[in-house]
């Protein structure tokens, strides 16, 4: 199995890289240490089985599995130190959590689960919660974004830029993931808007429309989603 | 001589009215250094009365009175001032000239100036400061054997015939002048004698009531017990000299010192009904042992007779009372009923003081319990997760963990002392310190500036602690760049300032009120350095936290 290790600590990721090549079961893609290196690697790697610790900086475990496509969504494995998270993780209906230190009779089990779910050939669906601070990628830091602060996401080629009046910034997260776990709305097939930012929608016609955001400016409306907008707002 | 016997005779009568006088109630206002009008308008009836008086027990000689009618104008003088005086005198002669003879307008007359004599003397000491004086016999004496000098020389110079009066004064001059000196001089004598008697109760009860005050506040920091209550009565009745002190709580005997402990013994229950209502209805009672008698419930042959019965309360509860008993043969005087209200209501604030400072104590002894404990779980997960993953690789650098791990939480147990030195906290924060570096690796820098000067400098226990996992905790470890703690110490302007810094400016007011020990520590260090020392935050949002504390620096630093 290809597995993806997460965790801030690097004696955790060592810890639990040692116990799951012991077991002879899997291929460590990688070891992260935190969230955003996390869906970088997701989204380069695909792996089978992601081994995610809940407490982490910034972005939590928990806050990650919201942040990953379903498309690319791996079975997930829970790993924390703390019991209290451990009915939480149940909650969110992951495969399954290992509670640190990790026993080597528990983990044979977490094998046992995770080799029936692949041999289902099932692809892992997750409740998981809303993302209220998008992560986005500085040169050297990372800055949470709030959606509210959102003016609109736009994703082309390079990858996917979120809008808001202070600026642009690159971030991990896909469109269609922005679109299931937010509040912005599809309004083309490359754009997200967020309604509470529209000043004015103009339409023009053969059914197009643009619309301008409260910060002055202006995003395309394609022709099935100004449907879509117009059943939402009765215009 | 023999009319010298008869105004002594007569002066005699005076003196018994000067006694029961100095008894009786009227003269209390005179102890005190200020007269009010009502006291002056007493003073007047009364002194005039006193004139009056002398005249009437005057011996009549050669149509004239010998008498010793100078006493009542010159005292008031002397006692009330001038307008008093003279207005007593006035009074006095008038009278007199109103019974005629051919000395009548010139006793009147000498009688208002004699009085007018005594308020200037009174006048004189008051301008001079020694009014101490006013009840000073040998001044009553020398005013009065003045103003009788005058008296005769306006009855020579008014009275005519002046044969007539040359001869009568021939007569009564000597001894007029000595009973009436040695009168005002022997009344004044009686009040001096009253008054001091007043001063000295006064200065005895004030004297034992800050006696009994001084011995008892000092153990009442635990409340009252078996133990204080029984050496509470023991200094009560040793100071007051009552016959028994009782202390009760609300139901039993807790103490009883003096006559009648054969019978009444500590820890039985409360029997007496007076005791019950006292408790019941949170006042005190008193039975003076002859319009109410205590009378023993316990025994026939009590000796016990009287009692006086305070509750004792903290704010509004009553927790037991406090009894005071005279036997039969000896009265319950005023100064011990005094004492004992007083005495008790002074424990009731104590007692109120102490149960207070307990429990501010008792809140803050928990909340630090409650920040060592609530700590160390997760901590102590976190230590062994990363020494269990260690242990693969570097077995050496794993025992090193352990022996800090062991430290820290030895450190943690064994501070049950108040202060610690700042060498003892940094070895126990050293500890801790070291395992977040094992755990964090590279993501904590740790920065240490201390000076050395400062390691004997003594702080309260687990100061510093609270604060670094704070910086550790809710800063550093959740940022994703490397996070920078720095601790630091140093003099400045004659305190030491400890400073706890992270790179993380995570701090958010409305965070520091609960669970952060900010404000735990804060108050720990106000509590035993005063107001001017403490801690203080500077927060940058997602720069820097800075906890400066400061402590004072005298006589800490060896």
Redesign the interface.
């Given at each position: 199995m290809r597995a993806l290790i997460v965790d801030?600590?690097?004696?955790?990721r060592?810890?639990l890289e040692?116990l799951l090549l012991e077991t002879g079961e899997f291929t460590i893609l990688g070891k992260c240490s935190?969230a955003?290196e996390a869906l970088q690697a997701m989204k380069r790697e695909r792996p089978d089985a992601l081994f995610l610790d809940v407490q982490m900086?910034?972005i939590n475990g928990f806050e990650l599995l919201g942040m990953i496509d379903e498309s690319l969504m791996p079975n997930v494995v829970f790993v924390t130190?703390?019991d209290e998270y451990a009915l939480k993780a149940f909650e969110e209906n992951t495969l399954d959590y290992l509670l640190?230190?990790v026993e080597k009779g528990r983990l044979a089990k977490t094998v046992r689960k995770l080799r029936r779910a692949l041999n289902a050939g099932e692809k892992p669906v997750y409740s998981s919660q809303d993302i209220k601070k998008i992560p986005c990628v500085l040169s050297?830091?990372?800055k949470l974004i709030s959606t509210a602060e959102v003016d609109y996401v736009r994703s082309n080629e390079a990858g996917v830029y979120v809008v808001c009046p202070t600026g642009e910034y690159f971030t991990d997260l896909t469109l269609k993931v922005l679109e299931n776990k937010t509040n912005l709305v599809r309004c083309h097939k490359q754009y997200l808007v967020n309604i509470d930012r529209i000043d004015e929608i103009i339409l023009h016609e053969n059914m197009l429309a643009e619309i301008k955001t409260k910060s002055g400016r202006t995003i395309p409306v394609s022709r099935r989603h100004l449907k879509e907008l117009r059943g939402k707002w009765n215009f | 001589m023999e009319l010298l016997f008869r105004l002594i005779q007569a002066m005699s009568v005076f003196l018994v009215i000067a006694y029961l006088y100095c008894k009786s109630p009227w003269f209390r206002p005179l102890t005190t250094h200020s007269l009010r009008t009502r006291d002056r308008i007493y003073l007047y009836f009364f002194f005039s009365a006193v004139s009056i008086l002398g005249t009437y027990l005057g011996i009549a000689i050669q149509d004239a009175i010998a008498n010793t009618r100078a006493i009542g104008p010159v005292l008031a003088g002397i006692i009330g001032g001038p307008l008093l005086g003279t207005a007593v005198g006035l009074t006095g002669g008038l009278h007199r000239y109103s019974l005629g003879g051919f000395t009548a307008f010139s006793c009147g007359l000498s009688t208002t100036v004699e009085g007018m004599i005594g308020g200037l003397v009174h006048l004189y000491l008051k301008r001079t400061n020694k009014t101490d004086l006013v009840f000073d016999p040998k001044v009553a004496f020398t005013t009065t054997f003045f103003a009788e000098m005058i008296q005769m020389a306006i009855i020579l110079i008014v009275s005519r015939p002046y044969l007539d009066a040359l001869a009568l004064v021939k007569v009564i001059a000597i001894p007029m002048i000595l009973s009436s000196s040695l009168g005002t001089a022997l009344f004044v004598s009686i009040g001096r004698d009253q008054k001091n008697m007043y001063e000295r109760v006064a200065a005895i009860s004030s004297a034992k009531a800050f006696k009994i005050a001084e011995r008892t506040l000092n153990f009442l920091g635990s409340g009252i017990n078996q133990k204080t209550a029984v050496d509470l009565a023991k200094i009560i009745h040793e100071e007051t000299g009552v016959g028994a002190v009782a202390i009760t709580d609300r139901d039993k005997v807790m103490a009883f010192i003096g006559h009648g402990s054969d019978h009444h013994t500590p820890g039985s229950s409360i029997v007496s009904s007076l005791t019950k209502a006292a408790i019941a209805e949170n006042k005190v009672i008193f039975a003076d042992g002859e319009r109410e008698r205590y009378i023993c419930p316990l025994s026939a042959t009590c000796p016990l007779n009287s009692v006086l019965v305070v509750p004792l309360h903290i704010d509004n509860d009553v927790i037991g009372t406090i009894k005071l008993y005279e036997p039969r043969n000896k009265q319950f005087l005023n100064m011990n009923k005094m004492l004992g209200e007083g005495i008790t209501n002074l424990l009731s604030n104590q007692l109120l003081l102490s149960r207070y400072e307990r429990q501010k104590n008792l809140l803050v002894q928990t909340e630090l319990k409650l920040l060592q404990a609530q700590v160390n779980p997760?901590f102590l997960?976190?230590s062994?997760?990363?020494i269990?993953?260690?242990t693969?690789?570097n077995a050496m650098r794993a025992r090193e963990l352990l022996i800090h791990l062991s430290n820290f939480f030895r450190k943690n147990l064994k501070r049950g002392n108040d202060l610690s030195t700042l060498e003892e906290e940094l070895d126990q924060v050293n500890s801790y310190l070291q395992i977040e570096k094992?755990?964090?690796?590279d993501?904590l820098v740790i920065q240490m500036d201390i000076d050395p000067a400062l390691l004997k400098l003594k702080i309260p226990t687990f100061t510093l602690q609270p604060l670094i996992e704070n910086a550790i905790k809710h800063g550093i470890?959740?940022?994703?760049?490397q996070g920078i703690a720095k601790i630091s110490a140093y003099r400045n302007d004659g305190h030491a300032l400890i400073e706890i810094e992270d790179n993380a400016g995570a701090f958010r007011e409305a965070d520091a009120g609960d669970g952060l020990g900010i404000k735990i520590v804060d108050k720990r260090i106000k509590a035993l350095f005063g107001k001017d020392f403490g801690t203080a935050v500077y927060s940058v949002p997602d720069e820097l936290t800075r906890v400066t504390i400061k402590i004072p620096l005298e006589g800490h630093v060896q």
């Open positions: 801030d600590e690097i004696h955790s060592d810890e040692a935190n955003l900086p910034v130190a703390y640190k230190p050297s830091r990372i | 997760h997960f976190n062994l997760n990363t269990i993953s260690i693969r690789n094992a755990r964090f690796d993501r470890s959740n940022m994703l760049g």
